[in-house]
């Protein structure tokens, strides 16, 4: 889902191979899945990897990946902030950091991904 929806990459590229990374279950780490090369030289496995939130708006995040689609539900659905913090047991600055990155990445995708209605020869009606 994650990456279906751009949220991760959908691909990445070995640095040192220049060849797409393989997405796969790493149970060592707490998100489960990571990039890896399995690209081979010289009979040897490249073995590079990288977490999959590189590149992605959860590097910057110590909680694990299904904490931050939890939260982020909560502030979308508007969920008091003293039932969000007694829940994920938040500072108020944290939650107040967290509150305003998740409305900065709702409104870049929003400008990103809107069109413009109407243009010349077209009427737009707006309802109040």
Known sequence: FVRET?????????PKCNVP?????????SD????????????????????????????????KLN???RFTQHLIMETRTKDIK????FSSDTLADW??????VILD???TTSEKIGGEGKIVEADE
């Open 109 to 111: 995708h929003v400008e």
């Open 86 to 89: 007694a829940y994920f047991y």
């Open 99 to 104: 509150r305003q990155f998740v409305n900065e």
């Open 6 to 14: 751009r949220l991760i990459k959908s691909e990445f590229l070995c």
């Open 32 to 63: 489960g899945y990571s990039w890896i090369c399995r690209n081979s030289r010289n009979n040897k496995v490249c073995g590079s990897t990288k977490t999959i939130r590189h590149g992605s708006w959860f590097s910057c995040s110590k909680l």
């Open 67 to 69: 904490e931050i689609f």
């Open 21 to 29: 990374k393989t997405f796969g279950r790493k149970n060592s780490i």
